[in-house]
C-alpha cells in the first residue's frame, strides 16, 4: 500500500489492528452464545425430571342447556396428586363451561373420572383441557 492508502485506511478505521479486534469480539460473543445454548440443553433436557401427564377423553354426554357430563382417564406418576380443566365447547367452539378438578395420588397410574359441567348455554362437547402435577 501507497502512504495516501495507509493514511486513508487509519482514517477511516480499516487499519490491521481493527480488523483483528472485530474478530475477536465476534468470537467471544460466538462463544457466549454456544455457552449459554449449552447450559440450556443442560438445565431443560438432561435434569432427570420426567414426569408426564397423559389424557385421554373417553366420552361427553350433554344433559341439558347447562350442563354436560365428561368422562376421561388421566395417567399420572403413581403416589402424585394433579390438577386438570375439564371444558365444555358450544358449536361454534366457545368456551361456555369450564371446571378445575383435583386428581388424588394413587397406587394405581390411571384413573378414570366423570364430571359435571355447568354450562352458560347450550354445550356440544365435553373434554379435558389441560392438566398439571400438584
Keep these: 500500500m501507497s502512504t495516501d492508502d495507509d493514511l486513508l485506511a487509519s482514517r477511516y478505521g480499516r487499519t490491521p489492528g481493527r480488523r483483528m479486534r472485530g474478530r475477536l469480539i465476534a468470537g467471544i460473543a460466538g462463544a457466549a452464545v454456544a455457552v449459554v445454548i449449552a447450559a440450556w440443553v443442560v438445565w431443560a433436557g438432561l435434569d ?3 414426569s408426564t401427564i397423559g389424557t385421554q377423553d373417553t366420552a361427553h354426554r350433554v344433559i341439558d ?12 406418576p403413581v403416589g402424585d396428586t394433579a390438577s386438570c380443566v375439564v371444558q365444555a365447547l358450544s358449536e361454534k367452539f366457545a368456551v361456555v363451561g369450564w371446571k378445575v378438578i383435583d386428581i388424588p395420588a394413587s397406587d394405581r397410574a390411571t384413573q378414570s373420572f366423570s364430571e359435571l359441567v355447568r354450562t352458560s348455554e347450550l354445550a356440544t362437547t365435553g373434554l379435558i383441557y389441560d392438566c398439571w402435577l400438584t
Design 48 to 50: 432427570g425430571t420426567n
Design 65 to 76: 342447556d347447562r350442563s354436560v357430563e365428561v368422562s376421561f382417564d388421566v395417567t399420572i
